[in-house]
């Protein structure tokens, strides 16, 4: 099965529910919109980049899974160019788009571009990266990002030996070094990811098990922007010149992401790891299948599988609901405070996938297949 026709495979099988809801205005829909036909309606979809393999794939199951409704779908990536961005959303609603779906390389850089949306009464989805600092954000779908950050945490101590995959206390006892890598400040997931990650780690910091030797423990120091593969690996570096050497060695890493894992990986690589001493206990997000290949051959330790496909759908059903003049059905209304208001969200579950979860969760599923895992690339 192609990988086109795995990404949108889901989307008919999710049946989430609507609930009626009167009113106009933007978060309604249009009358206009609600009594058209899926043919006469335009959706925008505004996605960040194509240099991240997930991005790429959510960007295509969104499109496809709309247009297989009969929806005209607008799909248009950034570059991870903020100013590229605003005049892309600009130009879908200036050319009449009926609802807009927008996954943001800043949370805080299109506000002008919603108030002219909300001004316009078109509906806007925040997709996956809460937009931030506006009223004019009408729903959030994601993933619970704070357990993300959990899973991920814990999975490092699971690598390391401190736990078990079942939560049971472990035989290692440490202490080992760690390093703490965090994502891109101007995306809001990159705090919940963190914070939820360094929550899971604190006692065992507190208690000596844990030794992050650099001492650096901020967000801000920790911070990688773009989640750029390069800049994590430039630090990795600079981390291992700095506060490795002595012959100390690094024993952990925890990464939010598989593209700064693979940063990390390549830094550790060249500076010996996983030739003549062992590689580091390294998390991960995404699934992306170079990693997952690297799970698969022992080098990366885990990650955090988000399952695109139903974040797609998620957007969809959303989509719909506005589209009829309904509002979608939230499963959390108190966690994600823009700063303007609480959005209304629907979070969806994750999983966390070691060496052997990737053929029940990632094959079997249907995401990836056992010759991509085999190859490290997508057919």
Do not use: H
């Not at 703490?180 to 360094?198: E, I, M, Q």
């Amino acid at each position: 099965m192609s990988r086109k026709l795995r990404l949108t495979a889901l989307a008919g099988a999710l049946a989430m529910g609507l609930v009626a809801c009167g009113g106009s205005g933007a978060g309604s829909g249009s009358s206009a919109a609600a009594s058209a036909a899926p043919a006469d309606l335009t959706i925008g979809v505004s996605m960040p980049t194509q240099t991240s393999e997930r991005w790429i794939a959510d960007g295509k199951a969104v499109k496809d899974q709309l247009e297989s409704k009969g929806y005209k779908v607008d799909l248009q990536y950034a570059g991870d160019d903020i100013p590229t961005q605003g005049q892309q959303v600009d130009q879908m609603i200036t050319e009449g788009a009926d609802l807009l779906i927008v996954a943001a390389i800043d949370g805080t850089a299109l506000s002008s571009q919603l108030q002219a949306a909300a001004d316009a009464k078109i509906p806007v989805i925040s997709y996956d990266r809460l937009i931030r600092d506006t009223p004019n954000v009408d729903f959030y779908v994601s993933f619970d990002n704070y357990k993300v950050g959990v899973a991920q945490g814990t999975a490092l101590l699971v690598g390391l030996g401190v736990l078990n995959k079942d939560g049971s206390k472990g035989t290692a006892t440490g202490p080992f070094n760690v390093e703490l890598f965090a994502g891109s400040l101007d995306d809001n997931n990159a705090a919940f990811f963190f914070n939820g990650a360094v929550d899971t780690l604190k006692p065992y910091i507190q208690d000596g098990t844990i030794v992050v030797k650099s001492g650096q423990t901020s967000i801000e120091q920790a911070a990688t922007l773009r989640w750029a593969q390069e800049t994590a690996q430039k630090r990795m570096e600079d981390l291992l010149t700095s506060s490795y050497n002595d012959g100390s060695k690094v024993a952990g890493v925890l990464s939010p992401y598989d593209g700064i894992s693979r940063g990390i990986i390549t830094a550790l690589q060249n500076a010996g790891y996983g030739q003549g001493s062992p590689m580091p206990t390294i998390t991960g997000q995404d699934a992306e299948i170079a990693s997952v290949k690297l799970i698969d051959d022992g080098v990366q330790s885990s990650t955090i599988f988000k399952d695109t496909r139903t974040l797609a759908a998620q957007a969809v059903t959303a989509a719909e609901a506005f589209l009829q003049g309904k509002k979608p059905e939230a499963n959390d209304t108190k966690t994600y405070d823009n700063g303007q208001k609480v959005v209304p969200s629907y979070l969806l579950p994750i999983q966390t996938v070691y060496k052997d979860d990737i053929q029940k969760v990632l094959i079997d599923s249907g995401y990836w297949t056992a010759d991509e895992v085999a190859k490290g690339q997508a057919g």
